[in-house]
């Protein structure tokens, strides 16, 4: 199911000499060096300048000291895209990037060789599985040679192993829903999680009977498709954390709204990538199990369909969680906060350090921030909670917090029942967190990933289609916070 990284990299001062070359340098170091034609492509901020045959500049402009350094690793990131595309263009099959970064310390060089990599092998993702002549729509770009490349091959190796994780999860969200039912999607987990040694457990429709999760179980009423809730776990021997780390994605394979009906287009039409959520922290863990972090984590993904049936689940109705909690359901199309709601209480026999969850939970978060930021909630201390908006910035998945005010929660009290899955017109990305809150009893983090899961076009490296938002920055937090410490 998973189209693995195909660009090869290969760390080599030695080169045949007829090959593509790319030197990448900032636009300062070229100056000294450049005749008038360059230096006036330099003045127009050109970023890919042809230096004759076969020899082009990549140019990064933005100055250290006159920005964060995070922004000159996305400056390398997109300049690694505009690469890509231009190697993909010309059918070049092998190039060679030339790193001459004078001018920058010793680690930022480094960084800025991991971020212009990352770029080029995001950039060079295509999904092609469904195309009856596949060869013709991947990318020409098979090879890149890094020279002057100053991270060591173990360093690059642990990078390729988040970003395949990445690649895992665009293409799971990719898949259309009439392969992707929630017993597809949890079978390949299964397979996965086989691969990169991570426990896998699968609870079938009677064993989330047995659980009482009473949310998946309404959802999945309307569907032909039997659900799952996914157990992933990674508990290696010489972890650092004694609680695990709990992660927490919503798996609804499509959302039609139930017979809260979406109307199509630009509403049901994409709602294939509603088990984005679920995905990214499948691979998260994944990640973190290839790279083999010493850290206990744990990833759950509750996982059906959403759809008008014979038996759906009604608005009106109101279901009892296993905690005793009751609900009303007002809005069948409010069903991500629904099934999290059971993992939620799952997650509490693990006495987790924090729970993290990804969801694709409402269309009020992707008005918020668009495809460029996530919204995240937090209960964690202040200390850590900035780390994670750091780490936002560092790998450019950027997240705006949100609070979690008591007056919210007066939104969702419910007249027959403890509390209801909407609440009124305003601050629907709030209100839905608020709903989660009820279900938390440890330190928590809730990213809504509606706007930026899934992209109407291609925006630098990240394709049209699922994204695999996410993983990179979590993954960082997580090996910095309590690994690297
Ligand atoms: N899956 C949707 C949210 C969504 C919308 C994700 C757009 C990505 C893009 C979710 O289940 C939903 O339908 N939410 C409703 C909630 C409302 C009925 C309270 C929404 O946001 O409109
Ligand atoms: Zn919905
Ligand atoms: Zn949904």
């Not at 060869?135 to 173990?154: C, P, R, Y």
């Not at 017979?259 to 994409?270: A, G, Y």
């Amino acid at each position: 199911m998973s189209s693995r990284i195909q660009l090869g990299l290969e760390i080599n001062d030695s080169f045949q000499e007829s090959l593509p070359v790319f030197k990448v340098a900032h636009a300062n170091t070229l100056k000294g060096e450049a005749n008038e034609y360059i230096k006036n492509a330099l003045d127009r901020k050109v970023k890919l300048i042809p230096a004759g045959h076969n020899q082009w500049f990549a140019v990064l402009y933005r100055d250290k000291g006159e920005n964060e350094f995070y922004v000159i690793k996305e400056e390398a990131r997109r300049l690694a895209s505009k690469v890509e595309s231009l190697a993909d263009e010309l059918k070049l099959d092998t190039i060679v990037t030339d790193f001459d970064l004078r001018g920058f310390t010793e680690s930022q060089v480094k960084d800025i060789q991991l971020s212009f990599v990352e770029g080029l092998v995001l950039s060079n993702y295509r999904f092609v599985k469904y195309k009856s002549k596949p060869e013709k729509h991947i990318s020409a770009l098979k090879k890149a040679i890094l020279k002057g490349f100053n991270v060591s091959e173990a360093e690059l190796d642990q990078l390729l192993n988040v970003l395949e994780s990445v690649y895992y999860v665009r293409d799971l969200v990719n898949e259309p829903p009439n392969v992707l039912t929630a017993e597809a999607m949890a079978r390949s987990f299964y397979e996965t999680g086989q691969e990169v040694g991570v426990k896998v457990t699968i609870l079938d429709k009677s064993a989330i009977e047995k659980e009482k999760m009473a949310g998946l179980l309404a959802v999945n009423r309307g569907s032909a498709f039997p659900p799952t809730f996914t157990i992933m776990e990674y508990m290696p021997d010489n972890a650092v954390n004694e609680k695990p780390i709990v992660l927490v994605g919503k798996g609804i394979v499509f959302d039609t709204g139930g017979v809260s009906l979406k109307s199509t287009p630009n509403n049901m039409d994409w709602m294939k990538m509603d088990m984005g959520g679920g995905a990214t922290v499948a691979g998260i863990i994944e990640a973190i199990a290839r790279n083999k972090l010493p850290l206990k984590v744990v990833a759950l993904i509750p996982a059906t369909d959403n759809r008008p049936g014979p038996a759906s689940y009604l608005p009106d109705d109101v279901i009892e969680y296993s905690d005793g909690t009751t609900v009303e359901v007002l809005n069948t199309d409010a069903e991500g906060r629904l099934i999290l709601a059971d993992a939620l209480i799952y997650a509490r026999r693990y006495d987790p350090l924090m729970v993290i969850d990804f969801a694709t939970l409402t269309g009020s978060a992707m008005r918020a921030t668009g495809p460029y930021a996530a919204v995240m909630f937090s209960t964690l201390d202040r200390d850590k909670t900035q780390k994670i908006l750091q780490e936002g910035f560092e790998t450019y998945e950027r997240m705006v917090e949100f609070p979690l005010w008591e007056e919210y929660g007066e939104d969702i009290k419910s007249t027959v029942a403890d509390i209801k899955n909407i609440g009124g017109p305003y601050a629907g990305a709030i209100i839905a967190a608020k709903f989660l809150q009820n279900f938390v009893k440890y330190p928590w983090v809730h990213v809504d990933i509606a706007g930026t899961a899934f992209l109407d076009r291609k925006m630098y490296y990240l394709p049209k289609g699922g994204t695999g938002w996410g993983v990179r920055m979590i993954y960082s937090f997580l090996k910095k916070e309590f690994v690297e410490k």
